[in-house]
């Protein structure tokens, strides 16, 4: 089990991907119905199989590559409490998880992970969900463990709670070990993003790092109904005012020598955050690209899941199958 495979629904750009291709899996598909986002996709890795499709539409019977896949992964838009499967299941959100819960039928990976909110995996209102899930897969004979991950344990500068599901067949699930925290300490805003705020030579990068001394606030990638990008609601917003950042809005470049940062005198004082800083605060490496224009990469990195949450579940997808730990930490990224 050298060359454990996976599919990845609802890719995005990329962060869950990423982060199982840093753990030693390869990509059979990535499928996602925004062409920014597989434009996005293949722009760093032209080697992957892209399919720009939306779930609901998709075929499995026309892409055999799937069939052999060890792991169907899906990092899914966010399920509004209350959703009912029952009733329906109106919510684009919940046909989605639907979709990736009936996908399982077709490929029958050894592993299933699904990346949600945080009250899928016990909040009442979630219930009926749940045991829509619970039928499916008991049905389809896997196991499977709900759990809750923070970015911030994994060295993601962000506060950022995901909900989980593992599910594995019989035989693997009890190796299955939920992802131990990787970071002793967390990595602060300042320490995240003083070098690119320094790019320009801002004499005041010393004194707003030091007081950028804790974790981001959750990125909120918005919806595409709404206007430009921000930062988040207004609770998110006075979190950043607190660091000294304004975030009513995203900057098209870092503060240049002469920028006056003085929070106390409002958001001309503050300084702004950067798409590129974002996706820092996100954990995606440096010399990952975003494509279009500013709102859409800024929406992309706010919606994408970290890519060391995703390295980190995938290690523990890989130990539970019985994959080989060794070369992984120096993993050389197909391109």
């Not at 008991?138 to 962000?158: K, M």
């Not at 500013?294 to 992309?300: L, N, V």
């Not at 890989?318 to 197909?334: D, I, S």
Request: hydrophobic content about 40%; overall charge negative; proline content about 7%.
């Amino acid at each position: 089990m050298s060359d454990l495979r996976f599919v990845d629904v609802c890719a995005g750009a990329g962060g869950l991907s990423l982060g199982l291709e840093q753990a030693g899996f390869e990509p059979a598909l990535l499928l996602d119905k925004k062409d920014v986002a597989c434009e996005t996709l293949r722009v760093n890795r032209p080697a992957w199989r892209v399919v720009e499709a939306d779930l609901l539409d998709f075929s499995p019977s026309r892409h055999q590559e799937i069939y052999d896949a060890d792991l169907l992964a899906a990092g899914l838009p966010r399920v509004r409490s209350g959703a009912s499967v029952a009733q329906g299941g109106s919510d684009a959100e919940l046909r989605l998880l639907e979709a990736t819960v009936y996908l399982a039928h077709a490929v029958q990976p050894q592993a299933l992970v699904i990346e949600n909110v945080p009250g899928l995996v016990d909040a009442p209102d979630y219930e009926a969900v749940r045991s829509f899930i619970r039928e499916e897969l008991h049905h389809l004979g896997y196991r499977f463990r709900w759990i809750v991950l923070n970015a911030a344990d994994f060295g993601v500068p962000q506060d950022r709670r995901q909900g989980v599901l593992v599910a594995l067949r019989e035989k693997h699930f009890d190796a299955f070990r939920p992802p131990e925290p990787t970071a002793g300490e967390y990595l602060s805003v300042g320490q995240a993003l003083r070098q690119s705020m320094a790019a320009r030579g801002w004499r005041d990068v010393d004194r707003w790092a030091e007081r950028a001394h804790g974790v981001a606030p959750t990125l909120v990638g918005g919806s595409d109904r709404r206007g430009g990008a921000d930062l988040g609601p207004t609770g998110t917003k006075k979190a950043w005012a607190r660091m000294g950042v304004d975030g009513n809005t995203v900057a098209d470049d870092v503060p240049g020598p002469d920028f006056v940062w003085d929070p106390e005198a409002g958001r001309d004082g503050m300084v702004r955050i950067t798409t590129e800083q974002a996706a820092l605060l996100q954990g995606f490496p440096p010399d990952w690209r975003f494509a279009g224009r500013k709102t859409a990469r800024y929406r992309q990195i706010g919606h994408a899941s970290p890519p060391p949450v995703g390295r980190a579940l995938g290690l523990a997808v890989r130990a539970a199958l019985g994959g080989p730990a060794a070369g992984v930490a120096g993993y050389t990224p197909t391109s």
